[in-house]
């Protein structure tokens, strides 16, 4: 098992910018893949980015391609959000998670889970 911390949410205006961490208790590196994921008022939990337990392989969902970017630094045992160019419907708590195995972008596929961090955009 595999505990996770996320930090840096906060209130930003739109078209600004965030930068999410997710610090592991332990070594993900050998065959961890991680995910981020956001879930709004009264939605569904879906997927944002997910990278491979080596860096070499990413998804993203559509709404956040060319403004998000996920990275990974085993050394550190953290995984980066980078959230450029925010907009209002970004507004949603962001969850980052861990997998052992191939990257996915289904929440029931993951097992480890941190607490959460708002993202708050204003228009």
Same mark, same amino acid.
């Given at each position: 098992?595999?505990?996770?911390?996320?930090?840096?949410?906060?209130?930003?205006?739109?078209?600004? !910018?965030? =930068? *999410?961490?997710? #610090? #592991?208790? =332990?070594?993900?590196?050998?065959?961890?893949?991680?995910?981020?994921?956001?879930?709004?008022? @009264?939605?569904?939990?879906?997927?944002?980015?997910? +990278?491979?337990?080596?860096?070499? /392989?990413? *998804?993203?969902? %559509? !709404?956040?391609?060319?403004?998000?970017? +996920?990275?990974? %630094?085993? #050394?550190?045992?953290?995984?980066?959000?980078?959230?450029?160019? *925010?907009?209002?419907?970004?507004?949603? +708590?962001?969850?980052?998670?861990? =997998?052992?195995?191939? *990257?996915?972008?289904?929440?029931?596929?993951?097992? %480890?889970? @941190?607490?959460?961090?708002?993202?708050?955009? /204003? !228009?």
């Amino acid at each position: 098992q595999v505990q996770l911390v996320e930090s840096g949410g906060g209130l930003v205006q739109a078209g600004g !910018s965030l =930068r *999410l961490s997710c #610090a #592991a208790s =332990r070594r993900t590196s050998s065959n961890y893949a991680m995910g981020w994921f956001r879930q709004a008022p @009264g939605k569904e939990r879906d997927f944002v980015a997910g +990278i491979s337990w080596n860096g070499y /392989s990413t *998804l993203y969902a %559509d !709404s956040v391609k060319g403004r998000f970017t +996920i990275s990974r %630094d085993n #050394a550190k045992n953290t995984v980066y959000l980078q959230m450029n160019s *925010l907009k209002p419907e970004d507004t949603a +708590i962001y969850y980052c998670a861990a =997998r052992s195995g191939i *990257l996915t972008m289904w929440p029931s596929t993951y097992s %480890d889970w @941190g607490q959460g961090t708002q993202v708050t955009v /204003s !228009s």
